[in-house]
Each structure stands twice: as C-alpha cells, then as structure tokens.
C-alpha cells in the first residue's frame, strides 16, 4: 500500500484548524494506506501554532513545519511537497472549501487510471463573493490565452500528485511558484476530477485583494511572454499611427486640406497618447526585470522555524 501524505498549509487559521483536523483525522482513519497529515504554519499571528502543536503531541501522523513569518500560500506548499517522502501527496486548503471525505475517491481514480496527477475541477463554487467567482473564472481563461502552455479551467491547488511528479516539483528553482500551472506544464498521465466546492467553515478568506493580484500577475509574468509581446505590438501599432500623421499632415500643409497650426489640441493628444504608450511598454519591462532581480538574488523561498515530527525519519 502506498504511503498517502495530506498537505495542508495554514495561516491565521485557528478558527478552523480543531475542526479541520478532525474531518481530515476521520479521512485519514478510514484508509488503508499509511497515511499522515503535514501541515504548514505559515507565519500565522493568532493561535494556530499553539493549536498545530498541542495536535503534532497527541498524534504522530501529524507533521508540523513553521514558517519564520508568513511567505504565503504557494511557497508554504512549496515547502509541504518538498518535506513530503510518501508516495503520493494530496494538496488541500485547511478551510475545508475542498471537501477532504474526496481523498479516497481521488486515491481510488489514481489508482483506477495510474494517474500521475488527478486535479480537482471546481463544478460550482459555494459562500464566494460574486466578484471573486467572476475574476477567477476571467484569471484562468486570461492565463489560458496568456501562456505557452494550457492549463485546465477552473482548477486550485486541490490535487493528488504522486513521487514522479514531487520529484521533479523538487527541481524547480524559481521563486514565483505558480503550483497548479506548473505541475500542469511537469506532463506526465493527468486525469480530472469534478467537485463542488464548499464554502470556508468558519473565518475569512487569506487572500485580500492584495495577495490575489500579485498571484494572478505572478501566474502571468512566469508563464508567459506575451506581455512582452503585446508591449511591442503597441510599439508597433504607434509607429505606423505616427508615421500616418506625419504623411497626412505634411500633404496636408500642400495641398491645403489640414490646418495644422491651430492644432494645439491634437498635439497635446497625441503627446500623451505616446507618453502614455511609452511609459505603458517601459512598465511591462520592469515587471519582468524585477522578476529577474529576485530570481538573480536566489533567495530561499521560504524559511523553517520549527518542525515536529519529522525525527524519526531523519535517524
Ligand atoms: N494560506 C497560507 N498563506 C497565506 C494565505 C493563505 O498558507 O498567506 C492558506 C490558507 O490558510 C488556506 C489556503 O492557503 O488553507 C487558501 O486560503 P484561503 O482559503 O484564504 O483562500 P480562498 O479559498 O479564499 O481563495
Ligand atoms: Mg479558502
């Protein structure tokens, strides 16, 4: 039987976590796989560390890795796959949106079609706000038609992955990890699965406007070029529309047809639409220029404070 690990990172989650354990306990019980369940404390500032350490005493299937401060969702992943040694891994949200009494169900589909990855397509959304399903639904076709590669619709990080898949996991070095695309673009046997996702059990959301955007603009700028592109399609496109004006208005001037002195009005316009133009594509390229600043200074994407439970193994 394959050694099945339940990655779950955490922030500011003590609302939840008592709760969440206990429907992921029940989960892990009702196995036959060795199992066991890995959670990262992502820096979190309320009870949760006191909370993932009085669990780590009193059951040692529980793994527990702290973060030195909060690093985020992705990286806190990052590190629950890259401490992972079990056959296979499932990635779940400690909120409970995504339903852990699945996990046998994707165990069984793993196993039924000896996928690689089975990845958890959201039918329907619950307890989310109107506009958080709407700029979701938009981020995944926009990133569809951004990127080199095409991911599927609609997906999370909600997935089982097996060793294959976390070993090569293990070998990206890049620091704006955007999960789901990359084990995506990683290949290998992928299969669906189609669910409907839960609303949170009790607390907010993680992820203020803030964070999304920088995920969603750090999904697009690791997976993609085109921005790069669109921005010398724009510098393109304001070549030819300078080059049109300037024939128009010196034929304009001979023949008499433009009074171009009087113009103040179109010059002003114009004058803004290419600084604007201009500052536009010269923002795109810092984009991609401080992305290249961090990957340069290869910083560790995150770091550990503490883990529990991990002993054992290491001896
Ligand atoms: N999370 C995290 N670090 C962060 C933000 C979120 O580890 O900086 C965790 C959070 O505890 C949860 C998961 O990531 O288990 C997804 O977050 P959340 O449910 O708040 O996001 P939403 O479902 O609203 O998109
Ligand atoms: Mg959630």
Not at 45 to 51: A, F, M, N, P, S
Not at 84 to 94: F, G, H, K, P, V
Not at 180 to 209: C, H, M, N
Request: charged fraction near 25%; proline fraction near 4%; hydrophobic fraction near 40%.
């Amino acid at each position: 039987m394959k050694k099945v690990a339940i990655i779950v990172p955490c922030y500011n989650e003590e609302e939840v976590i008592l709760e969440s354990y206990r429907r992921t306990k029940e989960v892990v019980l009702s196995l036959p796989n060795p199992a066991e369940i890995i959670y990262i404390n992502d820096g979190s500032k309320d009870k949760t560390r006191y909370l993932l350490d009085g669990i780590a005493v009193s059951d040692p299937r529980v793994k527990v890795i702290h973060f030195s401060r909060n690093f985020g969702h992705q990286p806190a992943v990052t590190a629950g796959v890259n401490n992972c040694d079990a056959e296979l891994a499932i990635i779940i949200d400690a909120d409970m949106q995504d339903p852990p009494e699945l996990i046998p169900e994707l165990l069984a589909l793993q196993e039924k079609e000896q996928a690689n990855v089975v990845y958890c397509v959201r039918n329907s959304r619950q307890g989310e706000s109107i506009f958080k399903k709407f700029s979701a639904k938009m981020f995944y076709r926009m990133m569809n038609y951004m990127s080199e590669v095409d991911f599927p619709l609609d997906t999370g990080d909600f997935r089982l992955i097996d060793r294959k898949v976390m070993d090569e996991f293990d070998r990206f070095k890049e620091r704006g990890k955007y999960i789901r695309g990359l084990i995506s673009w990683v290949g290998f046997k992928q299969v669906p699965f189609y669910y409907d996702r839960d609303p949170r059990i009790a607390g907010e959301t993680k992820y203020p406007l803030s964070k999304m955007l920088k995920f969603a603009s750090n999904a697009m700028l690791y997976f993609s070029k085109k921005p790069l592109k669109l921005a010398a399609g724009l510098g393109f496109l304001s070549v030819i529309v300078g080059l049109f004006l300037a024939v128009w208005f010196t034929l304009g001037k001979i023949y008499g047809f433009s009074n171009a002195e009087s113009g103040w009005t179109s010059i002003v316009t114009i004058v803004t639409f290419f600084g604007g133009v201009q500052l536009l594509t010269v923002g795109v390229l810092g984009q991609y220029i401080g992305i290249l600043f961090d990957e340069v200074k290869a910083r560790p994407e995150y770091i550990i404070d503490e883990k529990r439970n991990f002993e054992a193994e290491s001896e």
